[in-house]
């Protein structure tokens, strides 16, 4: 391993292309607290055979780890970023080599502050033994986070309390595990300021968990495919507030959607939508439910009830050929 605990570094720290073994306790870099003037540097076929720790890291530019493969400690966690500010993006992305960033196990960003973007384009992350794969609770991005470009990760993504200035995009991605609760995105209370896309193939074996969120913009789930969590509920989003527009057309769902105290501004479009039951026998529980604009169940399949009981819609409720 190289121990780098609380280094000051004034420019940058290149490891491009480094081949690096590991300690007895799974580790290959070990630099909690590091400070660089400049930008690191774990790119361009860097490999690590243990945990990569920067925990508490100042990167003075971007944190750029395209093409990486690092492997795991012995808890199923590979690169540790909690805590990390740094000045740039954080890139986690394939290089130009088209090598993409491959973590065995989970990254964790948990309270990491980036100036800039998380982006995690084609990015393969395993999960640890919490069945997660990728950890930023209460992340802060200035710019957006985008996972997508064929990312894919074994375990659940968590992003509760995460506040990104500009879009999430999920599209086309693929989530194949879940965390103890059965939720494979765990978005709870997350503050987005444009808006959150989850779309275009976006498939999940679990739920997706959105309970209390804050939108900047529209919310879009079209043709995606999500599972359930414990209660058979596919999306839970009691509480959420969106400033635009919910499209839900074409969604495959195998549980409920919980929409309770929901707000939407805009439109709620469900054309074409099929949605499985929660617990208790229910399709879509939004009771009550604010919606500036239309409701458009049109052609819908729900093999359980809809509950709009109290709600209040500004404009058309349409359930043609529901």
């Given amino acids: 391993a190289i121990l780098l605990p609380r280094a000051e570094i004034g420019g940058e720290v290149i490891c491009r292309a480094a081949n690096l073994g590991r300690n007895s306790y799974g580790t290959s870099i070990y630099a909690p607290g590091m400070r660089s003037g400049g930008a690191v540097f774990l790119s361009e076929g860097f490999t690590a055979h243990g945990a990569v720790r920067l925990s508490g890291a100042g990167v003075g530019g971007r944190l750029d780890c395209a093409g990486a493969s690092i492997a795991t400690d012995p808890d199923g966690n590979s690169l540790y970023c909690d805590g990390v500010r740094t000045s740039g993006s954080v890139n986690l992305d394939a290089d130009q080599a088209g090598n993409v960033f491959t973590a065995g196990g989970a990254v964790h960003l948990a309270g990491a502050e980036i100036t800039g973007s998380l982006t995690c384009r084609g990015a393969q992350l ?47 991605i693929e989530i194949t595990g879940t965390d103890q609760d059965g939720c494979s995105l765990d978005g709870r209370g997350i503050r987005v300021g444009g808006p959150a896309h989850l779309a275009g193939g976006f498939r999940a074996q679990g739920a997706v968990a959105l309970t209390g969120a804050d939108l900047g913009g529209t919310l879009r789930l ?54 499985g039951t929660n617990r208790w026998q229910n399709s879509i529980a939004a009771s009550p439910l604010s919606v500036g604009g239309d409701v458009n169940l049109v052609g819908v399949r729900a093999a359980g009830a809809v509950i709009l009981a109290g709600a209040r819609i500004d404009g058309q409720l349409t359930c043609r050929g529901a």
């Fill in 126 to 172: 395993g999960a640890n033994g919490y069945g997660n794969s990728l950890v930023a609770d209460e992340l802060r991005a200035s710019v957006a986070v985008l996972l997508e470009g064929g990312f894919a990760a074994a375990g659940a993504v968590r992003l509760p309390g995460a506040d990104i200035s500009g879009q999430l995009r999920c599209d086309g």
């Fill in 222 to 275: 079209t043709a995606a495919h999500i599972g359930a969590n414990a209660q058979q509920w596919s999306l839970t989003g009691d509480g959420i507030r969106v400033s635009r527009d919910l499209l839900l057309d074409e969604v495959d769902c195998t549980g409920g959607l919980l929409l309770e105290g929901a707000s939407i501004a805009g439109t709620v479009n469900c054309h074409g939508a099929r949605l």
